[in-house]
């Protein structure tokens, strides 16, 4: 009986202000007392207390700095956006570039989209290509720390086409709206990372008769958002929330950068660049750079790999990420503010040890990772094999200062590695 009056009143529970129920309402906020108010109710309080000035002195400088948006003083130069990504990011001069012009062009659009000039400024969403571990995901990042737009980097491996198992690619202009804090505003001024762009290609260069719901579906599901549309978006996650109201977002001021390895685009740009016949012969290729093909990268390539010809079309810019160089990989150890080697110094700093690494130990940490061929991620997984035994061990002893050597490093890094070996046998 008391089940049944419980199923009863929860059904009867109602706003106390508009008298609304529970499925009327998008939330509904219930205190100890039992009175309830809906989020509704709570908005028009809200605008309220702004039109008479009521707001605490904090609320009313958030308020202000949301509607003020950007101004053209505090707009950052692109020399400016790239010495900032210099300070966290070794090489990769012309992918920086890129971003900081892109960046730097997308806040002068958000300062003059209310002006009344005659010409309309497009935007310029972006691909990186770049082989993994070359610092992708890491100049996003990197960026977001800089900007006074919401930010997020979405996996485009979890998106599938709507109505089936995965996340909606609707989803993605979810996670900006959180990322703004709820703020509609900021969500239609800000820039999506998207990730792993190349794991959504289509299987053939040729249309599929059947359909592909993770890959060629997703791609069709992009265009309008990336080129500018307005999109029902759900708050808090669609399938999550199927009771929750939607709120509509233009994306035609959300900037679009896309990252992926695609892994084996070398070969085509190889095959294009050897096959491009004038008259009875070809193009001269001892002028190209073979070790670093993707500077090579075109259009027609990325839409060889299968991405679809109307989506990189709607991704004017491509840049690619140099393949790093051992010296690259040698200077990511140690210059950079949040460098590897920077970041164990800290962690045993915090324990008041001493930490020192050797020249010929460091040499050996890059020399596996260019035989792994990892990238920036290489040296971290190396690092780790050979401070593991170190960092279990150092909090629980009398240690104050220690030296990492060479033979150290190496044999730390042979018991590891024989380690995992048996346990993949």
Do not use: W
């Amino acid at each position: 009986m008391a089940k049944n009056s419980n199923k009863q009143s929860r059904k009867e529970e109602c706003c106390s202000f508009c008298g609304r129920s529970r499925a009327e309402v998008g939330v509904l906020f219930q205190g100890a007392d039992g009175a309830t108010i809906c989020n509704d109710c709570i908005e028009i309080g809200y605008t309220s207390l702004a039109n008479n000035n009521l707001l605490s002195a904090k609320d009313a400088k958030k308020g202000a700095k949301a509607a003020k948006g950007f101004s053209a003083d505090k707009l950052l130069k692109p020399a400016q956006i790239k010495e900032f990504l210099d300070t966290y990011i070794v090489g990769q001069d012309s992918a920086k570039r890129s971003i900081a012009v892109a960046v730097y062009n997308h806040y002068k659009r958000l300062i003059r989209k209310d002006s009344a000039e005659d010409v309309e400024l497009d935007k310029s969403n972006i691909i990186l290509v770049g082989p993994t571990g070359t610092g992708k995901t890491l100049i996003a990042r990197t960026i977001a720390r800089l900007l006074e737009v919401p930010f997020t980097i979405v996996d485009a491996t979890v998106l599938t086409q709507a109505g089936y198992v995965g996340e909606d690619v609707e989803s993605i202009l979810s996670r900006l709206y959180q990322a703004s804090g709820y703020d509609l505003e900021a969500t239609q001024r800000g820039i999506i990372f998207i990730d792993e762009i190349d794991k959504i290609a289509r299987k053939g260069d040729n249309p599929s008769i059947t359909r592909d719901v993770s890959g060629e579906g997703v791609q069709q599901a992009l265009l309008k958002i990336l080129e500018g549309t307005v999109v029902n978006v759900a708050p808090e996650g669609g399938r999550k929330h199927p009771e929750q109201k939607f709120v509509q977002v233009d994306t035609k001021n959300i900037l679009f950068i896309c990252g992926g390895a695609f892994d084996g685009i070398e070969k085509r740009i190889a095959q294009r660049l050897n096959t491009r016949a004038i008259g009875y012969g070809r193009v001269n290729t001892e002028s190209i750079d073979r070790e670093n093909l993707l500077k090579y990268v075109q259009p027609q390539d990325i839409k060889s790999f299968g991405l679809i010809p109307e989506l990189v079309g709607r991704v004017p810019v491509i840049t690619h990420l140099e393949p790093l160089s051992r010296q690259v990989l040698r200077n990511i150890l140690t210059e950079p503010k949040n460098a590897i080697i920077r970041q164990y110094h800290h962690l045993f700093e915090m324990d008041n040890i001493k930490l020192h690494f050797e020249e010929d130990a460091l040499e050996f940490i890059v020399d596996k990772a260019m035989e792994f061929k990892l990238g920036a991620r290489g040296l971290r997984s190396i690092c780790e094999a050979i401070m593991k035994d170190l960092m279990f061990e150092a909090p629980s002893s009398d240690i104050t200062e220690f030296t990492i050597t060479k033979q150290y490093a190496e044999q730390k890094f042979d018991a590891s590695a024989s380690t995992l070996t048996k346990q993949s046998a």
